[in-house]
């Protein structure tokens, strides 16, 4: 389920196996919200197909596609607040990774954390933030 994703490439086939004990995946139909801003965070999503969008209010923010992820910024940062609404674009469906899954892979394999916090900085430098 998640070996074709560039995040986990330096994953051993072990730690894919343990990881994918801890995902499920959802559907959502297009225009459905994921989540809202400032729910609590507790899981990263990363699409598997389709479409998803971050915004706020009616400002989109961004748009994530097939392999990127979402809602990794929660994971890392406190409070474990989401920061942006996301919802799909189009019928969607997202693989869901709880975030202790997440913080127990990054013990050992800091790389991953290092990947996910490069694309949180290339976003607030998109949309100014920080």
Do not use: H
Not at 39 to 67: D, P, R
């Amino acid at each position: 389920m998640l070996e074709w994703i560039e995040l986990f490439s330096s994953l051993k086939a072990g730690e894919i196996s343990t990881l994918e004990m801890f995902c499920q995946t959802r559907q959502i139909k297009a225009w459905e919200v994921l989540f809202e801003k400032w729910e609590e965070s507790n899981s990263m999503y990363i699409v598997k197909n389709g479409s998803l969008e971050a915004y706020i209010v009616n400002k989109v923010l961004w748009n994530i596609k097939v392999g990127e992820f979402v809602w990794e910024m929660a994971i890392f940062n406190e409070p474990k607040v989401r920061t942006a609404s996301v919802r799909a674009v189009v019928d969607t469906e997202v693989i869901i990774l709880l975030s202790f899954s997440i913080q127990q892979l990054s013990k050992t394999n800091p790389e991953i954390v290092q990947k996910i916090q490069d694309v949180i900085a290339e976003r607030n430098t998109k949309n100014g933030i920080n």
